[in-house]
């Protein structure tokens, strides 16, 4: 079990190792739990996230619709992962496995399968 622990540690240190760009805050807040702060520092980066690469805009609306999820506002998450799927509907290598991971267990921790629609409020 512990073995599993330091590999997910150091994976999420690669990971975050890879996003020192803008969205390396919000990364640094989202794995420290603070996802209120890390839903702020993204919310702060909605303009230029037009102009990211397309992988970096799919890890951001991943990362924004968890962070959503994390604080309890299941209908923005919804939506935000709904723009993630969309993203990796373009291009499935957008995201690394260990993010496709987190996208599946937030949208099935939001109650919906693979091609259900978005919860509407």
Same mark, same amino acid.
């Given at each position: 079990? $512990? ?22 805050? =919000? ?21 230029? =996230? ?8 799919? $890890? ?21 992962? =709904? $723009? ?9 290598? $957008? ?27």
């Amino acid at each position: 079990m $512990r073995s599993f622990l330091v590999l997910g540690s150091i994976l999420w240190a690669l990971t975050l190792a890879g996003c020192g760009g803008p969205m390396g805050q =919000a990364l640094h807040h989202y794995q420290d739990t603070r996802y209120p702060e890390a839903l702020h520092a993204l919310e702060d980066l909605e303009e230029d =996230a037009q102009d990211f690469e397309p992988a970096e805009r799919a $890890r951001y609306t991943l990362y924004r619709g968890l962070a959503h999820l994390a604080v309890g506002n299941a209908p923005a998450a919804s939506r935000w992962l =709904a $723009r993630t799927r969309g993203e990796l509907a373009e291009d499935p290598e $957008r995201l690394s496995q260990v993010d496709k991971s987190r996208l599946e267990s937030g949208w099935r921790s939001l109650g919906l399968m693979p091609g259900d629609a978005v919860i509407t409020d």
